[in-house]
């Protein structure tokens, strides 16, 4: 876990009269600490091994000892010659 001075991190746990809990988690920092990335234009290999990245960790928290993850870049659909523009 990375700890940030400007990041104030709290979770929390809320009871339900009928037995049941729902855990939530807040996470407060300065506006200007939070930037938006357009991932579609950044490289696809880039894209792929970050998600690849995330569901090995997803695998790691729900107990699998040694995950194997693999991605692959889709291919775009075949589309109608037609509508090449030639």
Same mark, same amino acid.
């Given at each position: 876990?990375? @700890?940030?001075?400007?990041? $104030?991190?709290? #979770? %929390? %746990? *809320? ?6 809990? /729902? $855990?939530?988690?807040? *996470? %407060?920092?300065?506006?200007? +600490? ?5 991932? $579609?234009?950044?490289?696809?290999? *880039?894209? !792929? @091994?970050?998600?690849?990245?995330? !569901? ?5 928290? #729900?107990?699998? %000892? ?7 870049? /889709?291919?775009?659909? $075949? #589309?109608? +010659?037609?509508? /090449?523009? !030639?």
């Amino acid at each position: 876990m990375i @700890k940030d001075p400007g990041i $104030d991190k709290t #979770r %929390r %746990r *809320v009871q339900h009269q009928d037995g049941t809990f /729902s $855990d939530y988690l807040t *996470v %407060r920092f300065a506006p200007q +600490a939070l930037q938006f990335q357009d991932i $579609d234009s950044s490289d696809p290999q *880039v894209k !792929r @091994k970050d998600i690849a990245q995330l !569901r090995y960790l997803k695998a790691l928290a #729900r107990g699998e %000892r040694h995950p194997i993850i693999i991605t692959y870049l /889709s291919l775009l659909p $075949d #589309r109608p +010659a037609a509508s /090449s523009g !030639r």
